[in-house]
């Protein structure tokens, strides 16, 4: 309930002000819709509640026999690795590999799908961007590897790799990185990124003007016979 004011800068010819509220927010991390026989599954981040919300979003789906899914990662940074192995188990079937851990060329831990796939054999696009990182690429990568969905949008982030926190003395910290995660199809996403099998670009104009042609883009592919 204190009061903090922001400065923007916006293209260097505006400089705002903003005063605002803090408050604690808590946001669902997932929200979803069907419109159209097409379902849509928006996950901002993947944290202690996706995987039960995820879930209900894939239940309903199922239950309305929807012909597609949209799932939409972009602008997502990631999260608990465990979350976003129970999205990626609405499509697989048990024992597909969703991600390798490895340290060098030693393969530390796998993780495989749970067979929770209510999602299993309809069709999916899985919308990513520079934003998608972390968890929203091993989500999007296990499933494009897996041919379960089509990728659409603009290249990841490229963030792969498992970091620990040390503490030091005089409340300091160290991160540092002790593995990296690999695609099914033995690829690193890190530094490298997932690059859509249909890339279409989302311009200020579009934001400006409340279109969205990444999303069009998979409703035309869904509609497709």
């Known amino acids: 309930d204190t009061k903090v004011t922001l400065r923007v800068i916006r293209d260097k010819t505006q400089d705002l002000s903003f005063t605002i509220t803090r408050a604690d927010i808590k946001i669902p991390s ?16 993947f944290s202690d509640d996706t995987a039960r919300l995820s879930q209900q979003a894939a239940q309903e789906f199922k239950d309305k026999g929807v012909k597609g899914v ?16 129970a999205v990626s188990s609405l499509w697989l079937p048990e024992g597909k590999m969703i ?20 999602l299993n054999g309809v ?3 899985v919308l990513i961007d520079g934003g998608s990182a972390s968890a929203s690429e091993i989500t999007a990568g296990a499933l494009h590897d897996n041919k379960v969905a089509t990728t659409i949008g603009e290249k990841s982030f490229g963030k792969g790799v498992v970091q620990q926190i040390i503490p030091l003395s005089g409340d300091a910290e160290l991160k540092v990185t002790i593995a990296s995660w690999y695609r099914p199809n033995g690829q690193n996403i890190n ?4 690059t859509p099998d249909q890339e279409v670009k989302l311009t200020d104009d579009d934001f400006k003007n409340n279109k969205d042609p990444q999303k069009d883009a998979a409703i035309q592919f869904l509609n497709k016979n």
């Open 30 to 45: 997932v929200k979803w819709e069907v419109a159209d026989n097409i379902g849509y599954m928006k996950i901002n981040q």
């Open 70 to 85: 949209i799932l939409d990662l972009r602008g997502n940074p990631g999260g608990m690795v465990d979350a976003a192995t």
């Open 99 to 118: 991600l390798q851990e490895r340290k060098g060329t030693q393969a530390v831990s796998t993780e495989l799908a749970n067979g929770n796939n209510i």
């Open 123 to 125: 069709k999916t696009v």
């Open 191 to 194: 530094k490298k990124g997932i």
